[in-house]
């Protein structure tokens, strides 16, 4: 697939070449974050993924897991700190609502102070039912 260029940036939509040195920086705040390799693993087994490439690293990411036939979810979606208040996340979000536009339902859940993000990017506030084990944060493998 062939980059948008962009002033500073190209999305990506497929990850050939993306090495774990690339993926550096994300998961901030979090306890027990996937290492770079295991990031890599959860792209590789993402329905669609956006990357947004500046000087051959990782600036910012999306990915959405899929049944392929009604409907995805978007787990995650961030912008490297650094990143952040310059379009990113709004071009990533853009272009994953692009590639999921064959689908009947796209969710995905977020804290209150984002609602007016998603929002303006046309999504509607539902509600989500969520449960964690944060002692598989990290997406090691199980032993
Ligand atoms: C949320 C996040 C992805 C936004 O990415 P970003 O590249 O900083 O956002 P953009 O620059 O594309 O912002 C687009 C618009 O949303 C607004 N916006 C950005 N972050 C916002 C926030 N936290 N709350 C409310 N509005 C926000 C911007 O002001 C901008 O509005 P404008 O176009 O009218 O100026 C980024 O802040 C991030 O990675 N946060 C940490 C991880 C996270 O919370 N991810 C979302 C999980 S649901």
Do not use: K
Not at 18 to 41: E, K, S
């Amino acid at each position: 697939m062939t980059p948008e260029p962009t002033a500073a940036y190209t999305l990506h939509t497929a990850l050939d070449g993306i090495t774990p040195g690339q993926v550096q920086g994300f998961f901030v705040d979090w306890p027990n974050p996937p290492a770079p390799d295991t990031f890599l693993r959860l792209l590789r087994g993402s329905y669609r993924v956006v990357l947004a490439v500046h000087d051959g690293q990782v600036i910012g990411f999306v990915q959405a897991v899929s049944d392929g036939v009604l409907t995805a979810y978007i787990p995650l979606l961030e912008v490297l700190p650094e990143w952040q208040g310059r379009g990113v996340g709004r071009a990533l979000m853009t272009r994953m609502q692009d590639e999921l536009r064959h689908l009947y339902a796209v969710d995905l859940g977020c804290e209150d102070h984002l609602v007016p993000y998603y929002e303006a990017l046309g999504m509607r506030r539902g509600n989500l039912m969520f449960t964690r084990n944060y002692a598989r944060q990290d997406g090691s493998l199980p032993d």
